[in-house]
T-cell receptor
Framework: AQKITQTQPGMFVQEKEAVTLDCTYD???????LFWYKQPSSGEMIFLIY??????QNATEGRYSLNFQKARKSANLVISASQLGDSAMYFC??????????????FGKGTTLSVSS | DTAVSQTPKYLVTQMGNDKSIKCEQN?????MYWYKQDSKKFLKIMFS???????INETVPNRFSPKSPDKAHLNLHINSLELGDSAVYFC????????????????FGSGTRLTVV
């Protein structure tokens, strides 16, 4: 079974609108971390936002917020006021456990976001 | 200063050759990783090292051999290259996370695009 599921292969949004990218996860650990990364066409992986499983508040970083619904095991990324530069591939990822040495991120298959003017 | 640097950025080589990709991080992180991103953009962990010790060794052909001379370096050597090895290889690093401590993210290098012809 997939640990991280991103069901939207592609999303389209107009500039200045908000968009939600979906992510559901599967783990039996009580302690875990959820991450979102952006990969523009230039190829680098850019860290956007992090949510710990024990964090009671939803994480926010500028125009990015993470809608964390623990019972539903979802960690959706919300981008407010989309900009043309937001066009990229977005990956949801999970770190299981408390971050013991060598714990790797598990990635979803990604969602391609296209922002139009 | 680049936090995680990989060389080379592009690598084109013939089938059957042996090649290496180098990775260095100047963040003082304990753990380093190699990920492979296939043609469908899926990111999969290959190896992780913590303080020069191999932690994760996913189901990867033994033609792939990581080497960590010190905790700031993790190189990837590939023997007898095959067409299917064509992909983007990402190096990453992270710090061990202590519960309650500030979160440390995973920092990625800019990737090495390997093309086997």
């Amino acid at each position: 079974a997939q640990k991280i599921t991103q069901t939207q292969p592609g999303m389209f949004v107009q500039e200045k609108e908000a968009v939600t990218l979906d992510c559901t996860y599967d783990t039996s650990d009580q302690s875990y971390g959820l991450f979102w990364y952006k990969q523009p066409s230039s190829g680098e992986m850019i860290f956007l936002i992090y949510q710990g499983s024990y964090d009671e508040q939803n994480a926010t970083e500028g125009r990015y917020s993470l809608n964390f619904q623990k019972a539903r095991k979802s960690a959706n990324l919300v981008i407010s006021a989309s900009q043309l530069g937001d066009s990229a591939m977005y990956f949801c990822a999970m770190r299981e456990g408390q971050g013991q040495a060598g714990t790797a991120l598990i990635f979803g298959k990604g969602t391609t976001l296209s922002v139009s003017s | 200063d680049t936090a995680v640097s990989q060389t080379p950025k592009y690598l084109v080589t013939q089938m059957g050759n042996d090649k290496s990709i180098k990775c260095e991080q100047n963040l003082g992180h304990d753990t380093m990783y190699w990920y492979k991103q296939d043609s469908k953009k899926f990111l999969k962990i290959m190896f992780s090292y913590n303080n020069k010790e191999l932690i994760i060794n996913e189901t990867v052909p033994n033609r792939f051999s990581p080497k960590s001379p010190d905790k700031a370096h993790l190189n990837l050597h590939i023997n007898s290259l095959e067409l299917g090895d064509s992909a983007v290889y990402f190096c990453a690093s992270s710090q061990v996370i202590v519960l309650g401590a500030p979160h440390y993210g995973y920092t990625f290098g800019s990737g090495t695009r390997l093309t086997v012809v």
